[in-house]
């Protein structure tokens, strides 16, 4: 039987999924991402709607990059035409019936927490290196409350100087606005900068990670992402750390992090578990749809 629906809203496609009630995908539903906010607003309708064909009364979630202001209600978000709309109460209200929204990357932790590479945790932090990176922070199964929708922005957060000082790292202007954040030196495209920066010559993350001349890089990278990995240790401490993104299928990711983590933690403490995700293409619907249940049992 039908338990839940959830919607994957990207840049280039949005992807619709319904659940069984042991997870298995039922039906799925792919159509490309409109350029324009008022076809965007009318195809997440027509996902909706398709979803409640499954069951009229179905929970059905959206996981969606970017962030949704509190007071407001409008949205900030690289990837979609939404940026300062009020992308979620116009969706809502099409649809006649309160819609669940949920950051892309959080629902990425909530489905790794509840029914991936997290099960069996009490708190698992969600970290995907992609073209970007952050992730979130689920404990016992449900994500963290937060204040602004943010938490789990990992990759916004400042360099640690002493790497930075050490390896005379560049400073550079991040897409936030802000300066020295982790992923502009960390993230897939940031890890290629860092190359080039070392004096290598790579072009693409597969090289720096395959390549043995490049092994310095990956050095330098495991110390940043060692360094943020253990100031995130020092203020929420998770059992496990759960990766996901492009970054985290290249050789030994798990290894060179945890090693690096141990090297820089707070004497004394234990180093967290670091394991890759098991959820998949269906990850981000399947944690969007687990927030859609949450919210639905209040
Ligand atoms: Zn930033």
Known sequence: MAVAAGIDLGGTKIETRVFADDWSVLDTRRTATPDGYDALVAEVLDHLKWARTARSDIAVGVGSPGFVDRVTGTMTTANL???????????????????????????????????????????????????????GLAVNGVLLPDLNGIAGEYG??????????????????????????VETL????????????????????????????????????AEIMGALIAALMATIDPDRIVLGGGVSNMPDVTGRLARATDQT??????????????????????????????????
């Open 265 to 298: 933690l707070l004497r004394g403490s234990r180093s967290p578990e670091f394991r890759i995700a098991q959820g998949g293409p269906e990850s981000g619907a399947r944690g969007a749809a687990l927030a859609a249940l949450e919210a639905s049992r209040g």
């Open 81 to 135: 035409p939404a940026t300062g709309r009020p992308l979620p109460s116009d969706i809502s209200e099409a649809f006649g019936a309160p819609v669940t929204f949920v950051n892309d990357c959080r629902a990425f932790t909530l489905s790794e927490a509840v029914l991936g590479a997290g099960q069996g945790a009490r708190s698992v932090m969600g970290l995907v290196m992609g073209t970007g990176l952050a992730g």
């Open 186 to 221: 960390a993230a897939g495209p940031g890890i290629v900068r860092l190359a080039q920066h070392l004096g290598h010559d790579a072009r693409d993350t597969r090289t720096i990670f395959t390549d043995p001349s490049c092994a310095p890089v990956l050095d330098v990278w």
């Open 156 to 181: 916004h957060t400042p360099l640690s100087a002493e790497v930075v000082a050490k390896h005379n790292l560049p400073l550079l202007t991040c897409g936030c606005g802000r300066t020295g954040c």
